[in-house]
């Protein structure tokens, strides 16, 4: 009997200790994705990230790059990806996927990477926001955003307001740009190496 009593302690200390092993995380990100994902197609040519604009701000502490992302999921290393400025960065423009010769959707990747950061307590950075005592509801912004991430829906003072998907938001401004009210806000740009690129430092 006791025994059995020291079995059920030891299972109950390696379920309070349970850490998603290598494959484990790629399955989830495969969960949390829209389409399937075979991140075992990639070889690692790295042509993804030859061609990637976010990869040019990555730092010297994040050297991430489409390839690395790719790497670290299929490792199983979930607390490094969810919490990096890459995934934030990325614009969605598809040419890592236009460039890879296996077909892997790698902005896929980047995109469930961004809605488990957010479930995990994680905001974007760089998401744009609404005002909604001042949005008019005229819907310029839900035209003009290219990634479909700002909608119309029930609230505000109002009846109707925009809302913005922090999952989908690239920060492009394309929202902030129309809004006659300037409800529509664009997040403040203050990261000090992406400012001191674009002065040419």
Excluded at 38 to 64: I, M, Q, T, W, Y
Excluded at 185 to 191: E, F, P, Y
Aim: net charge negative.
């Amino acid at each position: 009997m006791e025994h059995f009593k020291d079995e059920e302690s030891l299972i109950a200390s390696d379920e309070e200790e349970f850490r998603l092993s290598p494959g484990d995380f790629a399955s989830e990100l495969v969960a949390a994705s829209r389409f399937e994902l075979d991140l075992n197609d990639c070889f690692g040519c790295a042509r993804c990230s030859s061609v990637c604009k976010a990869a040019l701000f990555h730092s010297h502490e994040e050297p991430l790059t489409p390839r690395a992302v790719l790497y670290l999921t299929i490792l199983g290393e979930p607390g490094e990806l969810l919490r990096s400025r890459f995934i934030w960065m990325c614009s969605g423009c598809r040419r890592c996927e236009e460039s890879c010769p296996q077909g892997v959707s790698i902005s896929e990747v980047i995109r469930a990477l961004r809605h488990l950061a957010l479930q995990e307590g994680i905001p974007n950075p760089v998401a744009a926001r609404v005002n909604e005592r001042m949005c008019i509801h005229c819907g310029a912004c839900v035209s003009a955003c290219p990634h479909g991430a700002v909608s119309l829906v029930e609230g505000g003072p109002r009846g109707l307001v925009a809302r913005v998907d922090p999952s989908e938001c690239r920060g492009c401004g394309g929202c902030s740009a129309v809004c006659t009210n300037g409800a529509a806000q664009q997040a403040v740009l203050n990261d000090p190496e992406i400012l001191d690129y674009l002065s040419g430092g």
